[in-house]
């Protein structure tokens, strides 16, 4: 046990430098508000040994949902602060799949993480789309500036957008105190009647 603790202190410090140098290719853009006309929100829910993931798409200015996806899988990684991305990459890719949109909401810190380079940055590296963090509650170690409280949301730059921009897009989305898009995308994904679409 002792030993594949190492093995796993080892490999975790080798994934937290390769954070390091990823962040170095995070962009921040200026986005106007005016020019998103679609926005996704993806969430992931756990039971037992399955990793539930929902995403949605609405459509602004009202927010009118155009499109859903969801799936399920068995989870590949356990939960270890800060590394979330390790777990939650894969069923957050598949929900994404197929769909189409102008800005995602990652339930998950961006730039707000003690690396720089949480799920929402990884996921939006990946993806090559504007994408930005949402969380309910901001990491221990990270410097103020590299999130904004809006509503009940801790929001942080993912990837191709700064973030005042960020928060232009996400107030308007709040649906009490939390974005639309992610609320509905966490509801689906806890649903008890769960199909694979």
Same mark, same amino acid.
Do not use: W
């Given at each position: 046990?002792?030993?594949?603790? &190492? ?9 937290? &430098? ?62 270890? *602060? ?13 929900? #994404? ?5 102008? #800005?995602? #909401? ?20 990946? $993806?090559?789309? *504007?994408?930005?963090g949402i969380a309910k509650a901001p990491l221990r170690g990270v410097p103020p500036q590299a999130y904004r409280k809006v509503g009940k949301a801790y929001v942080s730059v993912g990837h191709l957008i700064d973030l005042d921009s960020a928060v232009k897009i996400v107030e308007p989305l709040l649906e009490g105190g939390?974005?639309? *898009? ?5 509801? $689906? ?9």
């Amino acid at each position: 046990m002792k030993v594949d603790d &190492e093995r796993l202190g080892v490999k975790l410090r080798r994934i937290a &430098e390769i954070q390091r140098k990823l962040s170095e290719r995070i962009v921040e853009l200026s986005v106007e508000p005016s020019r998103v006309k679609l926005v996704a929100g993806v969430d992931v829910s756990y039971r037992d040994n399955l990793a539930r993931a929902a995403a949605v798409v609405c459509e602004l200015p009202g927010c009118e949902v155009v499109a859903v996806r969801r799936v399920s899988l068995e989870v590949s990684f356990p939960y270890i *602060p800060t590394f979330f991305f390790l777990r939650e990459t894969r069923p957050v890719l598949m929900a #994404l799949r197929g769909l189409n949109f102008d #800005l995602l #909401l990652v339930e998950g810190h961006g730039r707000a993480h003690p690396r720089g380079y949480g799920l929402a940055s990884h996921i939006g590296l990946l $993806l090559n789309v *504007p994408t930005v963090g949402i969380a309910k509650a901001p990491l221990r170690g990270v410097p103020p500036q590299a999130y904004r409280k809006v509503g009940k949301a801790y929001v942080s730059v993912g990837h191709l957008i700064d973030l005042d921009s960020a928060v232009k897009i996400v107030e308007p989305l709040l649906e009490g105190g939390y974005p639309r *898009p992610l609320r509905l995308a966490d509801r $689906l994904s806890k649903r008890e009647a769960y199909e694979e679409d």
